[in-house]
Nanobody
Framework: QVQLVESGGGLVQAGGSLRLSCAASGRTFSSYPMGWFRQAPGKEREFVAG????????NYADSVKGRFTISRDNAKNTLYLQMNSLKPEDTAIYYCAAGSHWPLRGTHTWGQGTQVTVSS
């Protein structure tokens, strides 16, 4: 089973950029569709972006389309989320997750999360 550890969060001004990483342990990372989710204070966790096991397909929440890019490097067992043109409403804890099906569903493994704070 895969284990996931996120990094790259921090404090950034509106309009800035951050790149999140999700390092996976285990040999099975390349077989899973992966995704990024986020949870803002007082709100439910929401889907941000997903990517197929081989990176050949991606999808995004409407709120981040055109600003965020999900990618993966299976040779490095790492998932990425490039976030540009950040807005205060992007402030949340960001989680990576492994799923069992594509489009992403059946999420079965989660990281511990990394905090992203966007100041206005």
């Amino acid at each position: 089973q895969v284990q996931l550890v996120e990094s790259g969060g921090g404090l950034v001004q509106a309009g800035g950029s951050l790149r999140l990483s999700c390092a996976a342990s285990g040999r099975t990372f390349s077989s899973y569709p992966m995704g990024w989710f986020r949870q803002a204070p007082g709100k439910e966790r929401e889907f941000v972006a997903g990517i197929r096991w081989n990176g050949a397909g991606t999808n995004y929440a409407d709120s981040v389309k055109g600003r965020f890019t999900i990618s993966r490097d299976n040779a490095k067992n790492t998932l990425y989320l490039q976030m540009n043109s950040l807005k205060p409403e992007d402030t949340a804890i960001y989680y990576c997750a492994a799923g069992s099906h594509w489009p992403l569903r059946g999420t079965h493994t989660w990281g511990q999360g990394t905090q992203v704070t966007v100041s206005s």
